[in-house]
């Protein structure tokens, strides 16, 4: 009898019966209908946690903060401080995002966030991807300044108060730094609304008139706003085109100063470029001229014979002058007849560098100069300017309110800094002698108590910062001097076929060397035992041509070029010749040995076969 076969198919396997059957039910049933709510992030910050937060009773708060503490830790890996801002698991616009909403908790817990926003504002590199959350973190410390504007006391500034001052500055630095390298085309929403945010601050500027740190921050971001209106078009005149060219001249000078420091080179070879700075420095606009001097600040902090001819020219004691009387900067008098943002910014100099000198001689130089070891006017050392010095003219009298006020904070700082130091007793007595002598001013209390705010403030965000890493002003003058001042130097790409001769020195065309009248000689030393002289002669051209770096280089780079070309080829020339003399030397043998068997067949007088058997043995013999 025949047996039919059918084929099973197991669709989900080996499975029992009533699986299968549940299984073929559930796949047949119609969809759900998805739910609109979406589960929250167990670590995600919302704007329901911030109420939740600032409601929240003393009970409740402990176990809010433990929350609270933990979104911190998780932004604060996102920043990326222990980093430098770089790896990937930093999102800089993303934390940069939350930190502003979790600044919006009230309480201790909010220094925290702002100190956490604060280190990762001047660790974090200036990317054009962070240019959107940038410009919220603007708008939003501006309305914090105006929140913190009404109720400042007599007193000292909070650490709230001070961390707001210190992000505002830098989140504005960030952005005009963002202009001058062109990377704001296509930003006009952004720019007019931080125009919007910026308007209005009168009432502000009565409340931080009686501290300088205030005024000047006030001054910082109404410049920008007027440099950002004229850089870029409005709408209302869309078809005028944004300014491409606005960095000031003496930046342009200390930008080529700033590169050849940055790459090791002999600064002796482009101290007139330094001098020119020096020239313009306090006849350019505010904003140009405090950026210049965080440009000499970095500088000064790296190089000693920067800071000592930057501190000989406060004593009015470098004779660079020009047929321009206007354009003599801050060359033209003394440190007493400066104006008081210059005096202040020439004070911040000083203390940045006797804190985050790189050398001791760095250090010693900005607490107090006396007379200049590396710098001589006709041959004859002059003196400079160090805190010291300052703290010495104080004593007479001849400083103004402002510039009392910044040199307070400045040897609080400093002594701060040195006091707890085991080999910096007789430093720290003599700063704080000379603090005591600055106790004439009626809020003398108040302006040391900012002082210890502002330091201790920076040494508990310094704390959480990579060691040793670039802060955000050097990354910036990395970028400015990489944008204006370009470093490559073109090569010809075809091998020369023989060597070449240096080429030969010819003066520029394009160039017009600018008229000066020389006073007397400055030189500097710049290393031990020699000395490099310098003409005082300062480029008075109303927009100068700046010869960079690597055009002074280029010169010597194509010598060398030229001269290791030159050995490469005298090698292979002289190897040839040696080939070519040992080929000779075996054709000559190869001869004589010819002649001498001739020679010596005629003498026998043999015959052909006598021939080839005598030549056995004379190959044998020789």
Known sequence: MPVDKIQLQHKFGI?????????????????????????????????????????????????????????????????????????????????????????????????????????????????????????????????????????????????????????????????Y????????????????????????????????????????????????????????PSKEDSNCPPKKNFASDGLMYGLDFYQCVRNGSDPSTSLSALLTTLTLLGTEDHLNTVLTFKLLTVVCCK????????????????????????????CKSNFQSWDWVTASEFINLLVHAAIEGETSEIQKSAIQAGEMTSVRVDSAPVLGYGLLDIAALNADGTLGPAVQYALQQALTRLHIHVKNHPLRKSAAHLIWSALQTTKNSASHRVIVGIAQNKTNCFVSVQSELEPQGKLLFE???????????????????????????????????????????????????????????????????????????ADRNNKILQDVIADQWYKELLSVFRAAEKVQQTVQECEELSEAEQNRAQRIVEELDLTESEVCNVMDTLVIKT
């Not at 100190?115 to 919220?136: G, R």
């Not at 400015?480 to 130097?489: E, S, T, V």
């Open 303 to 330: 190089n000693y014979l920067a800071l000592q001819i930057i501190q000989a020219a406060a004593t009015g004691n470098l004779p660079i002058s020009d047929n321009n009387t206007e354009r003599s900067g801050i």
């Open 177 to 232: 730094n963002h202009a001058l390298l062109h990377n704001l085309q296509g930003c006009d929403s952004f720019l007019s609304d931080l125009n919007w945010h910026v308007e209005n601050l009168e009432f502000v500027r009565k409340v931080y008139a009686k501290f300088p740190d205030g005024e000047l921050l006030l001054r910082l971001l109404e410049s920008i706003k007027t440099v950002l209106s004229g850089i870029y």
């Open 475 to 549: 990354r910036i003058f990395d970028n400015l001097a990489d944008h204006y001042i370009p470093q490559n130097i073109p090569l010809s790409q075809s091998k020369p076929s023989k060597p070449k001769a240096p080429p030969k020195k010819s003066p520029r065309t394009s160039y017009v060397q600018p008229t000066v009248s020389l006073a007397s000689n400055i030189s500097v030393i710049s290393k031990p035992g020699s000395v490099v002289k310098l003409m005082n002669k300062v480029r008075t051209l109303p927009n100068p041509h700046l010869e960079s770096y």
């Open 15 to 175: 499975i029992s019966h009533n699986h299968r059957q549940n299984l073929l039910d559930r796949i047949s049933a119609p969809p759900t209908p998805a739910s609109n709510t979406r589960k929250p992030i167990p670590c995600e910050i919302s704007h329901d946690f911030i109420l939740s937060y600032n409601r929240a009773d003393p009970f409740e708060r402990p176990k809010l903060d433990v929350k609270a503490s933990q979104l911190l830790q998780r932004v604060k890996r996102r920043a990326g401080l222990l980093s430098g801002g770089s790896g990937r698991h930093v999102h800089i616009p993303r934390s940069w995002v939350e930190l502003t909403l979790l600044a919006r908790c009230k309480g201790p817990f909010r220094d925290d966030v702002l100190k956490v926003l604060f280190a990762s504002l001047l660790t974090a590199p200036p990317s054009v991807d962070n240019i959107p959350s940038l410009f919220l973190v603007c708008e939003t410390v501006i309305e914090w300044i105006k929140e913190l504007g009404n109720p400042i006391p007599e007193t000292a500034w909070s650490n709230t108060q001070i961390l707001t001052y210190n992000i505002s500055e830098l989140c504005f630095w960030r952005v």
